[in-house]
């Protein structure tokens, strides 16, 4: 980030982040310049159908399911075109 920055205009919100090389007490990422984030889940495993696969969709009971916390109709379809549920699901999959 550059001197013009202004953290202000930035949100960050409704994120999923797990860390496979860290601990159950890692408390995910650390921004700088004042930026905070709401609503996150961390350290919490969310359930894809196989990582090491490559296959990123959510198994039912994943913590993401349902835990974005968005204005309906702004991204309408997920990485598949499946439809987003309402609420939908945080990441790039809704699940079926």
Do not use: H, K
């Not at 159950?24 to 609503?39: K, L, S, V």
Request: hydrophobic share 40%.
């Amino acid at each position: 980030m550059g001197p013009d920055t202004q953290p202000e205009t930035f949100v960050f919100a409704d994120n999923l982040w797990f860390a496979l090389d860290a601990g159950a007490g890692w408390t995910g990422p650390t921004y700088c310049c004042g930026i905070t984030e709401t609503r996150a889940i961390v350290q919490q495993d969310p359930l894809l159908v196989d990582f090491a696969g490559g296959d990123y969709r959510l198994q039912p009971g994943s913590p993401a399911v349902g835990a974005e916390d968005v204005v309906s109709g702004i991204i309408a379809a997920d990485f598949t075109g499946a439809p987003f549920a309402s609420p939908p699901s945080i990441g790039a999959y809704e699940i079926p």
